[in-house]
């Protein structure tokens, strides 16, 4: 069975159609192998063996009949933000503690009545965070090195898919939150064009910026589990309505021709040394496979974070106002409305969240917004045309995803602006929506670094093409750990 554990999501896909192994058996496979190291890794807030065997039975029986789609037996860890049927979603905060939703998030309509799903994941207080150190259920550790964190806020879903709890897995990308902790744990995050896949049933953090992505093995299963849950949706307003490719064709066309660009403002001296020897070991790799490599710069990137840092929060202030004890989870009883509401709040929000909701609410205020706000949205535009001028000469942008290999658990927590500039490489593409995907390059100290590759809107085709051969040149094998 352990050989199981060390399939990829198509590898495992492809013997669950052969008949050679059950749904069953791979659920079962999971969920011993989440008894076994999750005490240590604190990777789920909730577990669902149970549900998991039950979901595989259905999947297994309709196998029996043909036309199951290729994704569906595969057991999935789904990041605890999304809504999921009778199974609580806690958003990593107690004001949700005892929440249970009626519905799925759309992202998880095309596996059949319902994923075959081995848990929830542990993640950032309603996604704010960089470590996974936010959550009130506790942090989530690497599967690299326990005494150090798995990146944030999807880091409980990439410690989960790294130490082989499940194959693949759901997370969500606002600031980088899919890319940055899949390169912390040695894994491959995608963050697809903003519209791509539905918000509806994720519970809002950013709402111009979140996006849902695949957390996975390698470059192949990622592109399967986009095909799974890309799509227009008319329940969000947001979904883009543009027709869903096939991801898996013409993946190992090669890069012959295609123009990459390494990114100057992200390569240097803010980024840690043994990051940048990975990320130019990958590039001439891909320029030894064919592609045409140069520099390219986007000259508004030392901007992002702080632009990032004042739109984020201002939607932020406005998202989380709805929890207030009245319509959602925790209530704490009071004396007047008003005074229930300040409780309720009080107790059921994490210093994170409260942190940002009075910077939001502070960009947003009369006599502020124009001088921090607008000036952030202005910021914002100003990036998207440095990023359709780098498209009229480049195909592919690369740079690293995180300016670090993973830290110590702790080492940032004091220091909330040291914890912000972990997200330095990752937010430009969040704020300009554009498909950015992270890529195992190579190790750093012993421990994984993430190799990002940007490309223009809803040109996730090229952008898995171009990644499948960055992969090929790290050479960079998959193996659950620890």
Not at 165 to 193: M, Y
Request: proline share 5%; with cysteine; net charge negative.
């Amino acid at each position: 069975m352990a050989d199981l554990l060390s399939l990829t999501a198509h590898e495992l896909s492809g013997k669950l159609d052969a008949g050679e192994v059950s749904v069953r058996e791979a659920a079962e496979a999971a969920n011993r192998r989440v008894e076994e190291v999750d005490g240590d890794l604190n990777s789920f807030v909730t577990t669902t063996p149970e549900l998991a065997l039950e979901r595989a039975g259905r999947v297994d029986g309709l196998l029996r009949n043909g036309g199951v789609r290729p994704w569906e037996g595969v057991p999935i860890a789904v990041k605890d933000v999304l809504s999921t049927r009778g199974v609580r979603t806690t958003c990593g905060s107690k004001i949700l503690e005892e929440f249970t939703p009626l519905y799925d998030a759309s992202a998880l309509k095309n596996f059949g009545d319902a994923p075959v799903m081995v848990g929830k994941a542990n993640m950032d207080e309603f996604a704010m965070g960089s470590s996974t150190e936010n959550s009130a259920y506790g942090p989530t550790k690497n599967p690299w090195d326990l005494n150090r964190v798995p990146g944030g806020s999807s880091g409980g879903s990439a410690a989960a898919v790294a130490a082989g709890e499940g194959w693949w897995a759901l997370g969500t990308d606002t600031g980088g939150s899919v890319r940055q902790p899949a390169a912390l744990c040695g894994i491959v995050g995608l963050k697809p064009t903003y519209g791509r896949v539905s918000r509806y049933g994720l519970i809002s953090f950013g709402s111009s910026l979140d996006c849902i992505g695949p957390m996975t093995r390698d470059v192949r299963d990622s592109a399967l589990l986009l095909q799974a849950i890309a799509g227009h949706d008319p329940r969000d307003s947001t979904s883009a309505n543009v027709e869903v490719p096939d991801y898996l064709a013409g993946l190992d066309a090669g890069v012959e021709g295609l123009r990459v660009g390494v990114v100057t403002e992200l390569m240097d001296e803010r980024i840690d040394a043994g990051v940048r020897e990975v990320v130019s070991k990958v590039a001439a790799g891909l320029e030894a496979a064919g592609a045409e490599v140069g520099e390219v710069s986007l000259p508004h990137a030392y901007y992002a974070l702080e632009a990032y840092y004042i739109i984020a929060p201002a939607e932020v202030s406005s998202n989380l106002a709805r929890f207030d004890g009245v319509r959602y989870g925790l209530r704490v009883q009071a004396d007047g409305v008003h005074e229930m509401y300040r409780k309720t709040r009080e107790a059921g929000f994490g210093a994170e969240a409260k942190r940002r909701i009075m910077l939001g609410t502070y960009a947003l205020s009369s006599g502020y917004y124009d001088a921090y706000y607008a000036q952030a949205q202005k910021v914002r535009t100003k990036i998207v045309e440095d990023f359709r001028d780098a498209y009229a000469r480049y195909d592919v942008l690369v740079s690293p995803t995180s300016p670090s290999v993973a830290f110590e658990i702790g080492a940032k927590t004091d220091d909330p602006l040291a914890m912000y500039l972990q997200d330095i490489c990752a937010v430009p593409a969040s704020l300009a929506g554009v498909p950015a995907i992270s890529i195992p390059g190579g190790l750093a100290d012993g421990l994984p670094v993430g190799v990002q590759l940007m490309g223009d809107h809803f040109t996730e085709p090229m952008l898995l093409r171009a990644a499948r051969a960055a992969e090929q040149a790290a050479g960079f094998e998959f193996a659950p750990r620890p």
